[in-house]
């Protein structure tokens, strides 16, 4: 079957990137001579219809925006068979060929979900949090790292100027990559992530006061969003050293923003891969980083992949923040 007409939607939690990701599907769909329809709020707009067709300037001025003009939901009713059903009678109501889904593993699960009912879909994974397993990299990472150690960093001139830990969360409920590699971009004195199991005496107290010892007057332990402690431990540092300790969460401001060249490049190649997949019938799959080349694998398969923590590069974060 020839491809005529592609759909492309954000789903799960939005990430910068995803708009040079739309760009490059629609751009290059058309340059194929594809039509291209746009869903609104993820796998919600494939139940309700609420698609609309996209030209070359549907995407103008979008490539250095945070965000995702197509908007994002998480969608409880797409997680039932009524709900998938009803999507693809819309699918196939439309003459949609194919379905291009931007998110997270969640976003994947729901594309395998609708390739079951005959809709053939390609994934491009797009999450600030890197927690794709079966790729190692994800649309929106990087600039959510380089917002953290920016933020981070403004908070590194106060603790410095007051002789105080600063204890800062954040994201990755799951997977810790943000929180180890914005650790070692600010010199964290400490790192938690929950891909490791922590001790407060070992991990946060003993490597304080042994930097205090050594001249150290001003801290910054990083906490990855899934341990949900910070306040708890930002007591125990006063409680055991007496140093004053303030928490900051930094939450979404991690998300939002323009993204980083890498993920503009990264996306923009991901979304003209996609569309190409579908062009020659490469149907449900997800694309991937795989040692440093976009490559991409059947949905199952890459579902069932497990997440790889970098523990090599932890250890050695542990040896140089002293
Ligand atoms: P993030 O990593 O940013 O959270 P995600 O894609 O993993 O992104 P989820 O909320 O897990 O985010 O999933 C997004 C949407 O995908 C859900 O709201 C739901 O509509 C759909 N989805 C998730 N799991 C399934 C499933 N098993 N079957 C059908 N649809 C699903």
């Known amino acids: 079957m020839s491809c005529k007409t592609i759909s492309v939607l954000t789903s799960g939690g939005d990430a910068p990137g995803m708009n040079a990701a739309i760009r490059a599907v629609v751009r290059s769909s058309i340059a194929n001579g594809i039509r291209v ?15 609309f067709e996209m030209n070359l300037r549907s995407v103008s001025d979008i490539i250095h925006k945070g965000g995702t003009v197509l908007y994002t939901a998480r969608s409880p009713e797409f997680r039932t068979s009524e709900g998938v059903q009803k999507a693809a009678q819309v699918c196939k109501g439309l003459g949609i060929d194919g379905v291009i889904v931007i998110g997270g593993d969640g976003s994947f699960r729901g594309a395998r979900a609708l390739s079951r009912r005959g809709i053939p879909c390609v994934g491009i994974p797009g999450t600030i949090d890197n927690d794709v397993a079966c790729s190692e990299y994800t649309i929106g ?9 920016e933020m981070i960093d403004k908070i ?15 994201m990755g409920r799951r997977c810790g990559d943000i929180a180890l590699n914005t650790g070692i971009a600010v010199g964290a004195t ?9 001790d407060m005496d070992r991990d946060i107290i003993d490597r304080i006061k042994f930097t205090q010892n050594i001249g150290k007057k001003h ?37 939002g ?6 993920d ?13 997949m579908l062009i020659k019938n490469i ?9 440093n080349k976009v490559i991409y694998m059947d949905i199952s398969k890459a579902l069932s992949v497990k997440k790889h923590f970098d523990i090599e590069l932890y250890k050695k974060a542990l040896n140089i923040s002293i």
Do not use: W
Not at 156 to 170: F, L
Not at 257 to 262: A, E, I, K, N, V
């Open 219 to 255: 801290f910054i332990i990083i906490v990855a969003e899934g341990l949900k402690n910070v306040n708890k431990i930002s007591k125990e540092i006063k409680r055991r050293t007496g140093i004053d300790s303030r928490t900051t969460i930094l939450g979404h401001v991690q998300r």
């Open 283 to 291: 149907n449900n799959k997800i694309i991937a980083i795989k040692n």
């Open 257 to 262: 923003g323009s993204p980083t060249l890498r």
């Open 141 to 149: 990472y990087d600039t959510a790292m380089n917002t953290a150690m």
């Open 37 to 51: 329809l746009g869903v609104r709020r993820g796998f919600n707009g494939l139940i309700n219809g609420d698609i």
């Open 156 to 170: 590194r001139d106060t603790a410095q100027s007051h002789d105080r830990c600063s204890i800062v969360e954040v």
């Open 264 to 276: 503009r490049v990264m996306a923009s190649e991901m979304g003209c891969m996609a569309v190409d």
């Open 190 to 198: 400490a790192i938690l992530v929950p891909e490791v199991k922590y």
